[in-house]
């Protein structure tokens, strides 16, 4: 059955690269040796049944009343870019179970690919900035491109052709093996390496339409702001009420300091894993006390001695930071932030935070589940000039994106409107959700 591609599926293609049918990941073998020592294709485009008795020239997507060379989609083209994929990963049976599933999304994604592929190069013309447009610098900007994404495929071999050639092969026996490897693989799919040129320039074009699409779109200083405001409310609405969901929420904590956010600094000697394993199961059982004795032995003379090391040469002036990179333990080396009350850290780690009078002041160690913390009061927590700048230039960046989605969705729809696919899904077995205009027929 045929049906006209839905409306709808501009919110699919939305972000859809007019390349999104390239292969970044590096293809399994696709060949078997023979007695001789030979290779031998084992996926070509006849080793599936379903697919080698269709035509290669049979039109299965097309704009009723459309020009038929510009929209039209035959199945050779759709077959090629699906047979690559499946070489690439080297499936020998896209109807089995393991793959049908994942197969028939991929075969949906390509006719999408395609058949928005179609329309898009045709509203690029329509506004100026189509394939005709390019000038000399901008097509020698998309060779280089073609060039490194020619470099990225055939890189995908190397590792075959090296365990193929053997220690003695050369940087350019190598490449030579791996480069034949690939345009062997895309011969397989009926494909040559000039689909690079079509996917570089494909995506040439797109990004020429977006910024046709995006020229007039401004952002406000009072939009910013606004919605600067907005997350600070929201912030301070989580600190208030579930202090959690502000401490896990890195954009809260990022723009908003709630008073008495202190900076904290600190050197963990750590647990070792066994010890730290033998408490969290105490704890875990309900038996707080086997914790407490687990980890208080873990506490033995050598740590203690190491800590009162570490707090003299504090009190001896050695710098904090630098003792950090010495015998620090924990992951980072970089200020916590720390509030009041806090629900995210451990009670000893916030309690020793708070304990400290002055800026620059040491704690007594302070014992916990993971170990013990050595830790500096290294400020106050406040939001600097310079983070709020970036939180608003990164909200500017947002809003700008948010206004181009928007002006792209709007813009998708009415090109699919104007040129509406009728797709031949049966042929091509992609089964559709129905739509509310089935419905309606």
Not at 39 to 56: E, L, P, Q
Not at 69 to 81: L, N, R
Not at 237 to 247: F, G, P, R
Request: proline share 1%; glycine share 4%.
């Amino acid at each position: 059955m045929k049906r006209k591609i839905s409306v709808a599926l501009a919110a699919a293609v939305l972000v859809l690269s007019i390349a999104g049918c390239k292969e970044d990941s590096a293809p399994e073998s696709t060949t078997a040796d023979t007695a001789d020592g030979s290779a031998t294709a084992v996926i070509d485009g006849d080793s599936f049944a379903t697919w080698k008795d269709i035509d290669r020239n049979k039109v299965i997507a097309y704009v009723e009343g459309g020009d038929s060379a510009k929209f039209d989609v035959t199945f050779g083209e759709f077959y090629s870019e699906y047979l690559y994929y499946l070489i690439s990963y080297n499936i020998d049976d896209d109807m089995s179970a393991k793959y049908k599933d994942s197969c028939e999304t991929y075969r949906e994604d390509i006719i999408t690919y395609l058949t928005f592929e179609r329309i898009f190069l045709q509203i690029a013309e329509e506004m100026g900035c189509g394939i005709s447009s390019l000038t000399e610098e901008e097509k020698s900007e998309i060779q280089e491109n073609v060039r490194l994404t020619t470099e990225n495929f055939t890189a995908n071999y190397n590792a075959a052709a090296t365990e193929e050639l053997g220690e003695g092969a050369t940087q350019d026996d190598i490449l030579n093996r791996a480069t034949e490897m690939l345009v062997a693989d895309l011969a397989r799919a009926e494909l040559t390496t000039a689909i690079f040129d079509k996917w570089e320039t494909n995506s040439y074009i797109q990004e020429k339409l977006a910024e046709q699409l995006n020229k007039d779109i401004t952002i406000t200083e009072d939009e910013v702001n606004a919605m600067f405001e907005e997350y600070v409310a929201m912030a301070k609405e989580a600190y208030e009420t579930d202090k959690v969901s502000y401490e896990t929420n890195s954009t809260f904590t990022w723009i908003y300091k709630p008073e008495g956010t202190r900076l904290a600094d600190q050197i963990l000697i750590a647990f070792d894993e066994e010890t730290q394993t033998a408490i969290d199961n105490a704890r875990t059982s309900g038996n707080p006390d086997e914790a407490e004795r687990i980890r208080n032995e873990a506490y033995n003379d050598e740590m203690k001695e190491k800590v009162n090391d570490i707090i003299a040469l504090i009190e001896g002036g050695t710098d904090f930071n630098a003792l950090q990179e010495t015998y620090n333990e924990d992951s980072s080396n970089d200020a916590y932030s720390v509030i009041k009350d806090s629900e995210l850290y451990v009670s000893e780690f916030t309690d020793a935070v708070f304990s400290i009078e002055e800026v620059g002041g040491i704690a007594e160690p302070a014992i916990s589940d993971f170990g013990v913390h050595i830790i500096m009061y290294a400020g106050d927590a406040v939001v600097t000039d310079e983070e709020l700048s970036e939180i608003k230039t990164s909200m500017e960046s947002f809003l700008y994106e948010q206004k181009a989605a928007e002006i792209q969705q709007t813009a998708y729809e009415e090109w699919f409107e104007r040129y509406p696919y009728t797709i031949d899904y049966d042929l091509i077995k992609v089964t559709k959700d129905a739509t509310e205009e089935d419905i309606l027929q």
